[in-house]
């Protein structure tokens, strides 16, 4: 019986080395053109969802870490869709709440500063002259002015917010939809993902993964964390000074936090300049300045949050957990709390795939290393 000929395309695809003369004129066509209609379409897609891109990331995140909570709920209502709208409402009703009261205080708080811009300039008038070689100077009129453009500063944020909230609406519902697809159809996306990788990609495709996912527990759980405790301390010396929007001023530092340059100082620098000018607590004043300094913008946000997120990932140590933190939010904002991580945790993939063993310099710290390089219990 005569033998069919070998089929070519099927050979190649079963090698790993092929020769570009080997390919059809119409064959090399064709890989052009879906090569650059695929480039074409990458480059509008990311132009589509450049605005709501954070949005797509934090509903990703949050949706895969509210997997375990959908599924106890899925036992009991039987109905997955339900199951993710019960979890997501959970999860936002309250979030929605806390936001609501703090614009409420936040828009009454800059009222009553634009009412009082007289007062409040003669006290800060009064605290100048007390500082030497200035007590000949009045500048009441130009505090006063101050202190109504700040008023109006505030203001013009609760403007620009109203202006904008299109487009927050816009990154709200992308945000909760992508909640909603994540914990409705995770399974099925992540079973496709693992159909579609090649056998001999598998090794890199898992090691990936498995990096990916212990960095992004490490830094959402170390970031949390730090934010919770950080703003404790912001409430704690609030409430001791007896500050006004003692709990609103302690919500603002937790959001804040997230932000890349701004963080918890934003609250406790304007604070402890009122205990000083307002309330005359030199003292206390100073006292809240290095209590924040030290505490939650060294100790905590640069110290405690990589070491506690290099501690939960076991992945990278402190160091390359630092760079990844610190680096990512300055490079790629909000994102890079995610992002940052995740792009050392690639790289260490790739080393450790192409070495065949975990490389020392990522290694975590608190692991125990032996002679031959690898941490106890491998």
Do not use: C
Request: no cysteine; charged share 15%; aromatic share 10%.
């Amino acid at each position: 019986m005569p033998q069919s000929p070998p089929d070519r395309r099927q050979d190649d695809r079963r090698s790993d080395h092929v020769r570009l003369a080997d390919f059809t004129i119409p064959e090399l066509r064709k890989a052009l053109l879906g090569t650059g209609l695929l480039l074409a379409v990458l480059v509008l897609f990311s132009f589509m969802i450049a605005d709501v891109l954070v949005a797509i990331v934090a509903g990703v995140v949050l949706g895969a870490y509210l997997i375990p909570v959908e599924r106890w709920l899925r036992r009991w209502l039987r109905d997955p869709r339900l199951s993710a709208i019960v979890t997501i409402t959970a999860v936002t009703v309250p979030l929605l709440a806390i936001l609501v009261y703090s614009w409420i205080e936040i828009t009454e708080a800059s009222g009553y500063l634009e009412s009082h811009s007289r007062e409040i300039a003669a006290r800060l008038t009064e605290t100048v002259q007390r500082i030497p070689f200035l007590r000949e100077v009045v500048v009441e009129e130009d505090l006063s002015r101050w202190v109504v453009l700040a008023a109006s500063r505030g203001a013009d944020v609760v403007d620009a917010v109203q202006d904008a909230i299109g487009g927050i609406g816009i990154s709200i519902a992308v945000f909760l939809v992508t909640i909603f697809s994540v914990l409705v159809d995770h399974g099925r996306v992540v079973g496709y993902l693992r159909r579609k990788i090649p056998g001999r990609y598998r090794d890199l495709s898992e090691t990936m993964a498995r990096n990916v996912r212990a960095v992004i527990y490490g830094a959402l759980y170390a970031t949390f964390l730090t934010q919770f405790v950080k703003s404790a301390v912001i409430l704690a010396m609030n409430l001791y000074w007896q500050i006004p929007l003692a709990l609103v001023l302690a919500i603002v530092s937790f959001f804040v936090g997230f932000f890349p340059v701004v963080g918890s100082w934003l609250v406790y620098v304007p604070v402890a300049i009122y205990l000083m000018v307002f309330r005359g607590d030199v003292v206390g004043g100073t006292a809240m300045l290095l209590i924040g300094l030290l505490g939650n913008t060294i100790f905590l946000s640069l110290y405690l949050r990589p070491k506690v997120a290099a501690e939960k990932s076991r992945i990278l140590n402190f160091y390359w957990m630092f760079i990844g933190l610190v680096a990512g939010v300055y490079t790629f904002g909000l994102v890079g709390i995610i992002v940052g991580p995740v792009v050392i945790a690639v790289l260490k993939a790739i080393f450790d795939t192409v070495t065949g063993e975990p490389v020392p310099v990522f290694r975590d710290g608190g692991a125990a290393v032996d002679h031959h390089g690898r941490a106890a219990g491998e």
